[in-house]
């Protein structure tokens, strides 16, 4: 840790000298820009201007290095934030190959085939990064679930349910790719509304537990379309739900002033006991998930309310 006092230069401008190793190790000579960010706890951040200039953003890669991982490999890609992604091959795409392909490139949010022959696919990205506010995704992603929860309650449709994991899936890899530039790239953690970085674990855990939660909703809704099966106490459990996750969508989506509050153990415990009481286990055990995410998903939500009211207090 280096330490430096604050000059004040022709009583108007404050300035600090730079540590000297920092400068030789990022090749900085007089008159090159650093950039300077402000944090939410109020510490400033500095980088060399070198370090924005050097993302990648084009990659070309091999599919035959890469068959059986293919959809994993798109996903990183899409996540470190690459634009231009070229895929080929010795040989001619097999027709299973090109199909898994295209059903990742639909979970990549506003990426398409720019080109497109027997031994080669160019995939392009058009993401506006610095427009995605993850509590806002995050927003989206409670709606939709809470939407498909409803469903479930109300005029039973798996066509709309289907539709909503598909959009939930979407939404899931847009929050992994943003969080994960946020650790590289301070004005993707500033655009994005995550604000400090030790709210990133948090959010990313947020992310995947509600993506789970939307699975076991769509696996359910599937099993119930499949064998017309109905269950004890529906409406209860699944208005708790509905409203839970309702609830964790509107404070999600506001500036975090208040602390969050996590649903009481009396009120889970209730409803625990009667999801335990369903005959049918099948059902039983996808409730059961559904109600161990919620809890995460509370769990991380308040880890950030709570970080964030020490640091507006400034307790750190």
């Known amino acids: 840790m280096e330490r430096r006092k604050i000059q004040l230069i022709a009583g108007s401008t404050y300035t600090i000298s730079l540590p000297k190793e920092w400068v030789v190790k990022n090749k900085l000579k007089e008159k090159n820009e650093i950039l300077i960010y402000e ?146 790239d301070s004005n993707i953690l500033k655009s994005s509304k995550i604000d400090n970085v030790i709210f990133i674990p948090s959010y990313f855990l947020i992310g995947k537990r509600l993506e789970n939660l939307g699975d076991n909703i769509y696996y359910l809704s599937e099993y119930i379309e499949k064998n017309n099966a109905n269950f004890e106490s529906r409406k209860e459990i699944l208005n708790f739900v509905r409203a839970d996750i309702n609830r964790i969508a509107r404070y999600t989506s506001g500036d975090f002033h208040n602390m969050f509050e996590k649903t009481g153990s009396e009120d889970l415990k209730k409803i625990s006991s ?36 020490l640091i507006k207090s400034g307790a750190i």
């Open 39 to 184: 944090k939410g706890d109020r510490t400033l951040m500095l980088s060399p201007h070198s370090m924005e200039s050097k993302k990648l953003e084009d990659i070309s890669l091999n599919i035959d290095d890469h068959l059986s991982e293919i959809n994993q490999v798109l996903f990183a890609l899409y996540y470190l934030g690459i634009e231009n992604i070229s895929l080929f091959s010795k040989n001619d795409i097999a027709k299973e190959i090109r199909t898994r392909i295209i059903k990742t490139i639909t979970n990549m949010s506003v990426t398409e085939v720019s080109y497109e022959d027997a031994k080669n696919i160019k995939i392009k990205v058009l993401l506006d990064k610095s427009k995605v506010e993850i509590p806002q995704v995050i927003y989206r992603i409670g709606l939709i679930i809470g939407l498909s929860v409803a469903n479930l309650l109300d005029g039973f449709d798996i066509t709309e349910v289907r539709i909503n994991e598909n959009e939930i899936d979407r939404l899931y890899h847009l929050i992994s790719k943003i969080v994960s530039l946020s650790l590289i």
């Open 274 to 309: 009667l999801v335990l009481r369903i005959k049918d286990k099948t059902v039983s055990d996808y409730l059961r998930q559904v109600m161990r995410y919620l809890i995460d998903i509370e769990e991380e939500i308040f880890i950030i309310s709570f970080y964030n009211s």
